[in-house]
Every structure is written in C-alpha cells, then in structure tokens.
C-alpha cells in the first residue's frame, strides 16, 4: 500500500473498535419464571432456531453452569456452515438473575452478553439483552446483525413462554 494512502493504517484504526447493543422488553411471566428458562441450554437453542443454530450444541449441559465454557460450530440460518463459537459462563447469579457470557470466534473475537430479569410486577418482567461487539472492521454489519438478531429472540421468547407454562419449570 502507498505510504500516502489515506487506507493505511486503517485496520489498526477499527480493531479496538466495540459498540454495545441494548434491548428490553417487558414479558408477560413473572422473573423467575423466565430466570429459570433463561439458565437452560434447551432455551438458548429455541430462541435463535431459525436465525442461527449450533453444531454440537447435544454436548451443552441441561442448565448452564457459573465459570463452564461451551464451544459450539456456527450454522447461519439452518445452512451456512460458520465458525467455532465458544461461550464462557462468568456470572449466573440467582439473586440478581443475572447471565453474562464471554463469548467469540471466527470473524468476531469479541460477543460479550448480559441478560437480565427484573421483576415489573406480579406477573411481568424486564427482559434485558446487553452485548459488546467487537469485529474489527466488520462491527458495524455485525451490530446490524446483531439488531436483527436480538430482536428475533425476543420474539422467540414470547413464543417460549406461551408454550412452557410456569409451573413445568425445574431448577
């Protein structure tokens, strides 16, 4: 590349480069009702089915476990052979029905997520999703990925939590 190219150097400009994506909800179930669902493997698998799917995911565990990590290959969209993914549990607090992952591979190094519920009432709850993307140059498809991808969830979720009632729940 040409000493005077205004590109040079750009990489290096666009590898540190993080941007966090944030979406809430309110469901219609009480928190730890979805705090239950949210520390099962079988719900990670429901709520992204359709969008993205993982390879070896028979080998997670029923429940996540608090320091665990779970590595997986990627499938896009039920066919697009992706990368391997890992996930690493760092925090599963009850107290606080708290789940932040480390998670990345491939094409993003870095998908760090929180999920959170609060309780909004006897019934409802704040649904939270909360993830730092970093990708190099790619951030920016990526977090429009992601936009897309979250909101799916949650989608899902709405569909989860009409199909699985309250009290066919084990911790």
């Known amino acids: 590349m040409p000493e005077h190219c205004p590109l040079r150097g750009a990489d290096s400009l666009t590898r540190?480069?993080?941007?966090?994506?944030?979406?809430?909800?309110?469901?219609?179930?009480?928190?730890?009702?979805?705090?239950?669902?949210?520390?099962?493997?079988?719900?990670?698998?429901?709520?992204?089915?359709?969008?993205?799917?993982?390879?070896?995911?028979?080998?997670?565990?029923?429940?996540?476990?608090?320091?665990?990590?779970?590595?997986?290959?990627?499938?896009?969209?039920?066919?697009?052979?992706?990368?391997?993914?890992?996930?690493?549990?760092?925090?599963?607090?009850?107290?606080?029905?708290?789940?932040?992952?480390?998670?990345?591979?491939?094409?993003?190094?870095?998908?760090d997520h929180v999920i959170r519920a609060t309780p909004d009432g006897n019934q409802a709850c704040t649904y939270l999703d909360e993830v730092e993307i970093k990708a190099g140059a790619l951030t920016f498809v990526v977090w429009l990925y992601a936009q897309i991808f979250y909101r799916y969830r949650q989608l899902r979720w709405r569909i989860l939590l009409r199909k699985v009632p309250q009290d066919a729940i084990s911790n």
Do not use: M, Y
């Open 16 to 111: 540190n480069v993080s941007v966090r994506l944030r979406l809430t909800t309110t469901f219609p179930a009480p928190a730890d009702h979805v705090w239950a669902l949210v520390k099962k493997s079988s719900t990670l698998l429901f709520v992204s089915r359709g969008l993205l799917s993982f390879i070896g995911a028979e080998h997670f565990p029923q429940q996540w476990r608090e320091g665990d990590t779970e590595s997986a290959r990627l499938l896009f969209f039920g066919c697009i052979p992706a990368w391997r993914h890992s996930l690493t549990f760092e925090r599963i607090d009850d107290d606080t029905r708290i789940l932040s992952t480390r998670e990345g591979g491939g094409l993003i190094p870095v998908w």
